[in-house]
């Protein structure tokens, strides 16, 4: 479900646009690090593959029926610099042709569903396959949960998006609750597809599969009668991916601890701030505050008390503020981090 | 640039993959310029494989390629893919711009042609296959027929010394078939065609190599080659049901066959 | 979804809002989305001017206001939040038809409703109005980066491509007799997904082949370049700064 114009306030939507354009930017040099001059044929591809396969519908019973998300699935299969990028164009292209989610709301669908579904699939992806035994079971089983994992987590950070921006107050607490339950939900839906079709590719292409790199045993070179060595046509990019995705994980998890700290600091620090809306205070506080304020900042805590909306207020700064030093501050990471290592291989087509 | 070389010079090509499968054992064969020859093997026999030699994008274990007296290597591979036009199989992988025209002015564009030339060259290269009123359409609503007319301009535009074609004819009804056989006879460029639709290289090439096995198994005119039931057979290769090629006199399809011939 | 030039929201016609570059327009259509989302919800009259100049454009543009309303209908998922927000809220409650709602929800599912319904329609007038090809030069005018462009327009154009596949093998499913009809069914469903998967990642290497067959090297050529004057500048921006002039107004009034 794609959020539209007017869902999240515009400076809550600015800053997601930020922090969207700071993933995205990352996932171009990561990807481009990764495929190099193949990058813009083969994200294109993947990313028409993306929207094909969101309209694959899985009937659930009696003429409901299910479409994946992608995120997960996405970050499995061709990593999570390239999965960011392709589901970041498929929601752009939804954004601007269908007008399926707002265009000022971009910033916050790249951010759910594409930063966060494909950076959490691919974490606990690779971490479950580290630790679970090298067999092919273990990887359908870790994109199960991946998968399963990914959805609710989108929910979750989209709740926390809309505490901090959202235009109207329900009640913060129950919509997470209930965001998260029906996203679990849709998750096991989401998770069984992923891992299906995970499962199917591993059975026919494991080397396309980018999460299972370094499971299948490396191949084996033959050399017939006198002829020379066949040149190593495709340098192994597994260690440079291995070392990037490593630091991609990190970045992601310290952004995550980040966020989730800052908005368990503003659940604490302000829960009498949401539920004393309830009190007392209608539409004529909202108005003197609303006579009060001039900016667009107004918008979000506008039906509160002075106090409440001071509170909320500094929250959201806090909140934006911090959103913003991780965000740049994982750009700064992975750019410093840039060795300027230079793979260029020579393509060589799988099949004669 | 030397015009006496011939247009395509393969000397000791081989190959392996890097699984270990082997494609090319040693192939042998000059193409000189002008010359319009078919590619014939059985599938497996390594055709594709050495196609991607042609311009670089598999690079030898062993042999040369040379292109109009030009090594195949990382020294001059800007010039050698200018000069070595692939048309794909798949009309739908090689057409991957929005329209037509952008697509046919990829090729010389990334040459760094620009401006009146470059749509001089669009325009030209349009008009050859007879696509010129189709420039502005996006290649997904063209027929097959029209989609592989126009794959064929984009690699015309890019004026190369040698056409490559892999399987021309292939999913193409048999009008579709016999117009871009006008198109190809009316083109004065090399052409190598890899193809195993045998009755389409007799008609459009005087000349043929066989590729069995990974290496050239038979080079000389096709009406003779294709005559040779045990060579045939020997290498997979059939003619349609019905199909003689004495009965066909290759010099009333093309006059230049009888070059070939005397080789 | 279509390629090239007719997307299924394309509305081929000559209008001066079809004539206008990209760029402008999606610069435009963005700038108003913005103004929209920052006016005080309160001011209502504010919304209903917003939706008046947006009815001049699309006249202007001739599109007809049965296309644009049809279009509209993309939102229904959101209207059905929207109207659950007066139940849930909190806050004062008011009495509407015997059943008790929060002020501050119905509020919040007015401003979801009257921003959304607005950021829709300005972007069906956008996609209406502009082909794809040009909506990809135009954010590539906008500096989006050059790889990300690409990456959308190789989407675009297998798009199509792709999603025939798909139908594809769905054919030939059912010609085999299977029809999905519940949970059990998606391993089949999965498997034809993880092809379909197989078949893009190939044919991805293979653009690529013929990419590089035709000298590509990273970059792509710039063939096309759209420029715009500053009179089709101050044209496009003819609809935000009304709609500024609105918002501010609605933030004195």
Redesign the interface.
Known sequence: MHVPDGFINAPVSAVAGVVAAGAVAVSLRGARRELDERTAPLAGLVAAFIFAVQMLNFPVAAGTSGHLLGGALAAILVGPYTGVLCVSVVLLMQGILFADGGLTALGVNISVMAVVTVVVAYAVFRGLVKVLPKKRPSVTASAFIAALLSVPAAAAVFTLVYAVGGTTDVPIGSVLTAMVGVHTLIGMGEAAITALTVGAVIAVRPDLVYGARGLTAPLKLRVNGELVDAPAARPEPVAVAARSSRKFLLAGLGVSLLLAGVVSFYASADPDGLEKVAADKGIDAKAEDHAAADSPLADYGVEGLTNSRLSGGLAGVIGVGVTIVAGTGVFWAVRKRRTGEDCSPTSVPENV | MDFAAPSLEVAGL??????????L?GVDFSIGRGERVALLGPN?A?K??LV?HL?G???A??GTVTVAGLPVGKRHM?EI??K???V?Q?P???L????V??DV???P???GVKGAE?EARVDRALEQVGMAGFK??????LSFGQRRRVAVA??LA?EPEILVLDEPSSNLDPASRRELADILRSLDVTVLMVTHDLPYALELCPRSLILSEGVIAADGATGALLGDDELMRAHRLELPFGFDPRSVDPRSVDPRSVRAVER | MGAGHAHKLYRHAHSPVHALPPHTKLAAVFAFVVVVVSTPREAMWAFGLYAVLLGVVAAVARVPAGFLLRRLLIEIPFVAFAVLMPFVAQGERVEVLGMSLSVSGLWGAWNVLAKGTLGVAASVLLAATTELRELLLGLQRLKLPPLLVQIASFMIRYGDVIADEMRRMRIARESRGFEASGVRHWGVLAKSAGALFIRSYERGERVHLAMISRGYAGSMPVIDEVTASRAQWSYAFALPFAALVVCLLGWNL
């Open positions: 081989a190959f392996a993959y890097p699984d270990g499968h082997q494609a054992f497996g390594g594709t494989t991607l311009n994008i598999l690079t274990g062993a800007a893919r200018r070595v036009g692939i794909f798949d739908d992988d090689q991957f711009m929005p329209t025209r952008e002015a990829f090729g564009a990334a040459a470059l502005e359409r996006p290649p997904h609503h984009t690699v890019m």
